[in-house]
T-cell receptor, first 111, second 116 residues
Framework: DAKTTQPTSMDCAEGRAANLPCNHSTISGNEYVYWYRQIHSQGPQYIIHGLKNNETNEMASLIITEDRKSSTLILPHATLRDTAVYYCIVRVTGGGNKLTFGTGTQLKVEL | NAGVTQTPKFQVLKTGQSMTLQCAQDMNHEYMSWYRQDPGMGLRLIHYSVGAGITDQGEVPNGYNVSRSTTEDFPLRLLSAAPSQTSVYFC???????????????FGAGSRLTVL
């Protein structure tokens, strides 16, 4: 699976959009980008995934660059409850069982 | 539908004691896994199972045993606990959505283990 690079931490004002970047420059053509988050002391939670196209669901939007070497997770109207560690993971869907989590980005949403 | 249930939530052991962390899921998922999470670190895969009767090692398997006798249950055993095994343990099960290519893990709430 391709390696990902994320900033260690980010801050965001409540009500504003939170844009979390992820670099995956070694991604291959059959690898998906997944995002999970972990609110303090809880188990990680799946947010969204994508291959080439931008994706949106009830939680967030995922923007993948045309060369697929980076992506951005967007929380359109961040709330205090979105304070969490966000993990960007790249892997081949259905291929392999060793899903690897890095250290992620600590997002702090403040008033 | 309870999802993934882990017990106990908290446990304190003495060095050399043994114990089992329980994990159960009611989603009929074939794949289940155990992770540990230490302060300032991401999750590290301990063991995983792709179905009843089949288990395999992850990144950090030493000191842990698993078995998978049913689809629902995937217990993690510490045969002789060591202080280095103080950690938060998460169990997860996985489902694939073939139409979208999604490979989604559902995690339990975690079990916090302290070994003195």
């Amino acid at each position: 699976d391709a390696k990902t690079t994320q900033p260690t931490s980010m801050d965001c004002a409540e009500g504003r959009a939170a844009n979390l970047p992820c670099n995956h420059s070694t991604i291959s053509g059959n690898e998906y980008v997944y995002w999970y988050r972990q609110i303090h002391s809880q188990g990680p939670q799946y947010i969204i995934h994508g291959l080439k196209n931008n994706e949106t669901n009830e939680m967030a939007s995922l923007i993948i660059t045309e060369d697929r070497k980076s992506s951005t997770l967007i929380l359109p109207h961040a709330t205090l409850r979105d304070t969490a560690v966000y993990y960007c993971i790249v892997r081949v869907t259905g291929g392999g069982n060793k899903l690897t989590f890095g250290t992620g980005t600590q997002l702090k949403v403040e008033l | 539908n309870a999802g993934v249930t882990q017990t106990p939530k908290f446990q304190v052991l003495k060095t050399g004691q043994s114990m089992t962390l329980q994990c159960a899921q009611d989603m009929n998922h074939e794949y289940m896994s155990w992770y540990r999470q230490d302060p300032g670190m991401g999750l590290r895969l301990i063991h995983y199972s792709v179905g009843a009767g089949i288990t395999d090692q992850g990144e950090v398997p030493n000191g842990y045993n698993v078995s998978r006798s049913t689809t629902e249950d995937f217990p993690l055993r510490l045969l002789s606990a060591a202080p280095s095994q103080t950690s938060v343990y998460f169990c997860a099960s996985r489902t694939w959505y073939l139409s979208s290519g999604a490979n989604v893990l559902t995690f339990g709430a975690g079990s916090r283990l302290t070994v003195l």
